[in-house]
């Protein structure tokens, strides 16, 4: 497979990572968290520095009349594109560039971290915060945090290959360290990774268990290598150029091509998300009776949190804030809680892949409709009454479902796979196709509501909702943004066929299957 593409630099080529686990001795480990505490120091820094100036930045006139306008619904696009270009122009003068993060972090990193962090190692520690603040600046956050010092979880990273950071042979080099990278016995699938050139290399610290490991992450240049087995075939069956239709909801997928009709829980392949969360609520409820048993000052007859301002000051520490005092119980749920976290990512993640490969079995030209999480996430604004009972309407959405199944996340993931093995990921307007709403027989489209799960065909064919929408996405013709309704009444007598018996399968399943589906 080519590494490089027509009209591509070295810079814009596809970049896979390989992760390598370090033979540090404790000495080695104990060097190595001063350069993490180095680095977080440098981060903490310039954190601190740019919340001055992004407070200055607020109280400019251009600030408050250019977001004026911004929300005003009133204002026209051309009034609203003159305000984003004075931001623009204003959050240069203060100093939100990426150039001007890096400048900084050279004026702040001298004596002791000057000696710990390698100049393009302190770069790519200014560029994580101009990140932030970038996301700050963009109006999708609230507030950029410091970095604590019991934070174990944290990555370095260099510009190149170069330098005192980098990977030579075997080794990593980071300072005056020289350490092996353990790399495991006769495995085709690195040695073929290691066969790509080294961009550049990073550094992993994260904790398992309570124990704090350490790895070497390879950036490499190219699509990451396809497994196969000693044979010389691929380990994981591929439908090259097959069609693939996809509905994803917060919670469920349905997947349909020629090949197969599938649909499923999200994050459900190696156990379900959602005990790990439940034992996730369990341990906040325990933890927040222990800390109400611990800090019974800060707390009222009621229940509520006593607001910190109205505190005496020796229940306040020296930031104004709530002095909170910790058991030894209280630790260890935490850290309890703290690992069953990392349990549930890397089952969400794990899951997520042997859900691609299902996929790239059926097809590599995936269609999917264009979807924003996040909106779906958050609460609802406007309030609402129940007519039965008149009392008012929850506003909570979806947020909890997109956090377990990180549907977003596995979007993501199939479009750089697809990527790799040579097809493509398309994501149609859901305002036009309207997958939810066509019948491919009468070619109309009838409203539904969420609560009605099947889809009723011309001649009375009952469909589950979800499949016939992965059905229409898989003949969206994406250069003229329409359905293809001859190949879809092609198509429709072997789908349904495949359809009844995944459908069966479902039916017979013991696991969870949310409402939503329609089945239980």
Not at 299 to 315: C, T
Not at 362 to 376: P, Q, R, S, W
Not at 424 to 432: A, C, G, I, M, R
């Amino acid at each position: 497979m080519p590494i490089h593409r027509p009209g591509q630099t070295v810079r814009e080529t596809p970049t896979h990572v390989l992760r390598l686990p370090l033979c540090l001795e404790p000495w080695q480990a104990a060097e190595i968290d001063k350069i993490f505490e180095a680095s977080r120091l440098l981060y903490n820094s310039l954190v601190r520095r740019f919340k001055q100036q992004y407070r200055l930045y607020q109280h400019t006139r251009q600030y408050k009349i250019s977001t004026t306008a911004l929300t005003d619904k009133k204002s026209s696009k051309k009034a609203k594109s003159r305000a984003r270009a004075i931001l623009k122009q204003t959050q240069e003068e203060y100093g939100f560039t990426r150039p001007a993060f890096e400048a900084a972090s050279s004026e702040l990193c001298g004596g002791w971290l000057k000696d710990r962090l390698y100049s393009m190692v302190r770069q790519k520690v200014a560029a994580d915060c101009w990140r932030a603040f970038s996301t700050l600046l963009g109006g999708k956050g609230k507030e950029v945090k410091y970095r604590g010092f019991h934070d174990k979880e944290a990555t370095l990273q260099n510009k190149w290959n170069q330098g005192p950071f980098r990977y030579d042979n075997g080794y990593f080099i980071i300072g005056k360290l020289t350490i092996p990278v353990e790399f495991p016995k006769h495995d085709p699938y690195v040695e073929a990774c290691m066969a790509h050139r080294v961009k550049y290399c990073g550094l992993s610290r994260y904790e398992i268990r309570g124990k704090t490991r350490y790895q070497l992450l390879l950036y490499l240049e190219g699509f990451a290598p396809v497994k196969v087995t000693k044979d010389g075939e691929f380990k994981h069956p591929i439908a090259p150029g097959e069609e693939v239709g996809i509905d994803i909801g917060t919670q469920t997928i349905a997947i349909s091509s020629r090949n197969g009709v599938w649909a499923g829980v999200l994050a459900s392949e190696l156990g379900d998300v959602q005990s790990l969360e439940n034992k996730i609520n369990c341990l906040n409820r325990a933890m927040d009776r222990s800390r109400r048993a611990t800090n019974p000052w800060a707390f009222r007859e009621d229940g509520q949190v006593i607001p910190a301002v109205e505190l005496p000051p020796e229940h306040r520490n020296r930031y104004g804030r709530h002095d909170w005092h910790e058991s030894n119980h209280y630790a260890a749920m935490k850290a309890r809680r703290k690992e069953l976290y990392r349990k549930q990512a890397a089952i969400r993640r794990q899951s997520h892949w042997l859900l691609i490969q299902i996929i790239v079995s059926l097809g590599t030209v995936i269609h999917v409709e264009k979807m924003n999480f996040n909106t779906l996430a958050k609460r609802a604004k406007q309030t609402k009454k129940s007519a039965r009972t008149g009392r008012c309407l929850s506003k909570k959405r979806f947020g909890h479902s997109i956090a377990n199944r990180a549907p977003a996340m596995l979007i993501e993931m199939l479009g750089n796979k697809v990527a790799a093995l040579g097809g493509t990921l398309y994501k149609s307007n859901p305002w036009e196709i309207k997958a939810s709403q066509v019948d491919h027989q009468t070619r109309e489209y009838t409203k539904k509501s969420l609560s009605q799960r099947f889809h009723y065909l011309k001649d009375g064919t009952a469909i589950q909702r979800d499949y016939y929408s992965a059905f229409i996405e898989q003949h969206v013709d994406e250069e003229n943004n329409i359905v293809n309704f001859e190949a879809c009444a092609r198509d429709f007598p072997g789908f349904y066929k495949m359809y009844q018996a995944d459908y069966a399968r479902l039916a017979a399943l013991n696991g969870y299957l949310p409402t939503s589906m329609g089945i239980k």
